[in-house]
């Protein structure tokens, strides 16, 4: 094939090959043998071989695409579908329309801010807190997060009501943590409702990641964890300045601790590697992946059909990237540590938590003379209950209707 035929053949384009393309301002991170490259301003980012991203950014430059096809057949000895190329542009929104103005690259609100957050006069303060809450910890037997903690009264709904209040601006501070520490790098966020099994989780979204240099992207993906930690700390303190003269623990402070158990149920949850938590998403960072959960869970599902002798149940290796492959071989036994740690998480806290209520709601129901208020509150938390239920049953539903048309995004949760 000749160069000429090169730029002839192939879809119909609507661009003139002898002219420059119009393209907005892009920006390329090499990462191995990829090369990602976007928009910052959209949040639109593709992954080219290195040598096709030299073309893009040839083009970006203002060579015609016709020109830009010469160049690349005398570098690499290659012809290219240029047209094919630029219809891929096209679609992500690379190209300029007629009427449409060069991308301006707005700056990034909250950048100071986010630099403010993580300076070193902040490390400080944040390692001073902990520092201070494990030795009041280890000085104070009753500080030590314990399901008990959660009955900071007798009464479920306040107790749920309570915690769930309180949860929707710690969740808040763990997410813009997040997208703080991305935006001192001048990356965009958005926030958005998620679920995770039978968690509703507050998503921030990130995309503007895969354009910074990898080494760049740990702290935002770990900032969520940082604030929990951070959180807890505070709690746990101020449920130690606050006792009562004789040393006992006050209302408040045992409201704190049983806030602060409930932000280490999150804190514990992010070892659910199967929900694709941040911890799965640090260590798919650090490894170089493009897929690796699902990577992962097709070589389980592998592993047990050999196991079971169901040779017409595998699915075909080849076809994966060649790093998920290799680190899903020891990564997949990760996924079933998750599934432990979910487990016993469950069965030593939730099941505790929930058995006492269960049992307290039941008997306020069936007991004879059991006090107004008591069965009032009884009647309420099992309200509440089937609500949490609905709005789990919508998430899944509405999930399950995204599923059909999702794209690739890069999430911290």
């Given at each position: 094939?000749?160069?000429?035929?090169?730029?002839?053949?192939?879809?119909?384009?609507?661009?003139?090959?002898?002219?420059?393309?119009?393209?907005?301002?892009?920006?390329?991170?090499?990462?191995?043998?990829?090369?990602?490259?976007?928009?910052?301003?959209?949040?639109?980012?593709?992954?080219?071989?290195?040598?096709?991203?030299?073309?893009?950014?040839?083009?970006?430059?203002?060579?015609?695409?016709?020109?830009?096809?010469?160049?690349?057949?005398?570098?690499?000895?290659?012809?290219?579908?240029?047209?094919?190329?630029?219809?891929?542009?096209?679609?992500?929104?690379?190209?300029?329309?007629?009427?449409?103005?060069?991308?301006?690259?707005?700056?990034?609100?909250?950048?100071?801010?986010?630099?403010?957050?993580?300076?070193?006069?902040?490390?400080?303060?944040?390692?001073?807190?902990?520092?201070?809450?494990?030795?009041?910890?280890?000085?104070?037997?009753?500080?030590v997060p314990d399901y008990h903690n959660v009955f900071f009264t007798d009464y479920y709904t306040v107790i749920q009501a309570t915690l769930f209040v309180v949860a929707i601006p710690q969740l808040l501070l763990h997410e813009g943590f997040h997208?703080?520490?991305?935006?001192?790098?001048?990356?965009?966020?958005?926030?958005?409702?998620?679920?995770?099994?039978?968690?509703?989780?507050?998503?921030?979204?990130?995309?503007?990641?895969?354009?910074?240099?990898?080494?760049?992207?740990?702290?935002?993906?770990?900032?969520?964890?940082?604030?929990?930690?951070?959180?807890?700390?505070?709690?746990?303190?101020?449920?130690?300045?606050?006792?009562?003269?004789?040393?006992?623990?006050?209302?408040?402070?045992?409201?704190?601790?049983?806030?602060?158990?409930?932000?280490?149920?999150?804190?514990?949850?992010?070892?659910?590697?199967?929900?694709?938590?941040?911890?799965?998403?640090?260590?798919?960072?650090?490894?170089?992946?493009?897929?690796?959960?699902?990577?992962?869970?097709?070589?389980?599902?592998?592993?047990?059909?050999?196991?079971?002798?169901?040779?017409?149940?595998?699915?075909?290796?080849?076809?994966?990237?060649?790093?998920?492959?290799?680190?899903?071989?020891?990564?997949?036994?990760?996924?079933?540590?998750?599934?432990?740690?979910?487990?016993?998480?469950?069965?030593?806290?939730?099941?505790?938590?929930?058995?006492?209520?269960?049992?307290?709601?039941?008997?306020?129901?069936?007991?004879?003379?059991?006090?107004?208020?008591?069965?009032?509150?009884?009647?309420?938390?099992?309200?509440?209950?089937?609500?949490?239920?609905?709005?789990?049953?919508?998430?899944?539903?509405?999930?399950?209707?995204?599923?059909?048309?999702?794209?690739?995004?890069?999430?911290?949760?």
């Amino acid at each position: 094939m000749t160069d000429t035929e090169a730029v002839n053949d192939g879809p119909e384009t609507r661009h003139d090959p002898d002219r420059p393309l119009p393209l907005h301002p892009l920006v390329y991170l090499a990462d191995g043998e990829e090369v990602t490259v976007g928009r910052r301003d959209t949040d639109s980012y593709g992954i080219f071989p290195p040598d096709g991203a030299e073309l893009v950014r040839r083009l970006e430059q203002g060579v015609p695409p016709r020109e830009a096809a010469v160049w690349y057949a005398g570098t690499y000895h290659e012809s290219v579908d240029i047209d094919d190329l630029i219809a891929a542009l096209d679609e992500l929104g690379f190209i300029r329309s007629p009427d449409e103005a060069r991308a301006a690259g707005a700056p990034v609100r909250w950048r100071r801010l986010g630099s403010a957050v993580f300076s070193l006069p902040a490390w400080v303060c944040y390692a001073t807190l902990v520092g201070w809450a494990l030795i009041a910890m280890a000085r104070r037997p009753d500080l030590v997060p314990d399901y008990h903690n959660v009955f900071f009264t007798d009464y479920y709904t306040v107790i749920q009501a309570t915690l769930f209040v309180v949860a929707i601006p710690q969740l808040l501070l763990h997410e813009g943590f997040h997208a703080l520490a991305g935006r001192r790098l001048g990356l965009r966020s958005r926030l958005r409702v998620g679920r995770r099994f039978y968690f509703i989780v507050l998503e921030t979204s990130l995309d503007g990641l895969v354009a910074v240099d990898r080494r760049k992207r740990y702290l935002p993906i770990m900032a969520g964890m940082l604030a929990d930690v951070v959180v807890m700390a505070v709690l746990t303190i101020a449920a130690d300045l606050s006792r009562g003269p004789g040393g006992a623990l006050s209302f408040a402070g045992r409201f704190c601790l049983a806030f602060a158990f409930a932000v280490l149920l999150r804190i514990v949850w992010q070892f659910s590697f199967y929900l694709r938590t941040d911890l799965y998403v640090l260590i798919s960072t650090a490894l170089g992946c493009v897929d690796l959960h699902t990577t992962a869970a097709r070589l389980l599902r592998n592993r047990l059909n050999r196991l079971l002798g169901r040779s017409g149940r595998l699915i075909d290796e080849s076809d994966w990237h060649p790093v998920d492959r290799r680190v899903a071989r020891w990564y997949s036994w990760l996924i079933v540590i998750g599934y432990a740690v979910s487990l016993a998480a469950f069965l030593l806290a939730v099941v505790p938590i929930l058995y006492r209520m269960a049992t307290g709601v039941l008997s306020r129901f069936t007991q004879d003379g059991a006090a107004w208020p008591q069965v009032l509150d009884s009647a309420v938390f099992c309200g509440f209950v089937l609500l949490q239920l609905a709005v789990l049953a919508w998430l899944a539903a509405r999930d399950r209707y995204r599923d059909r048309e999702r794209r690739f995004d890069h999430v911290i949760t």
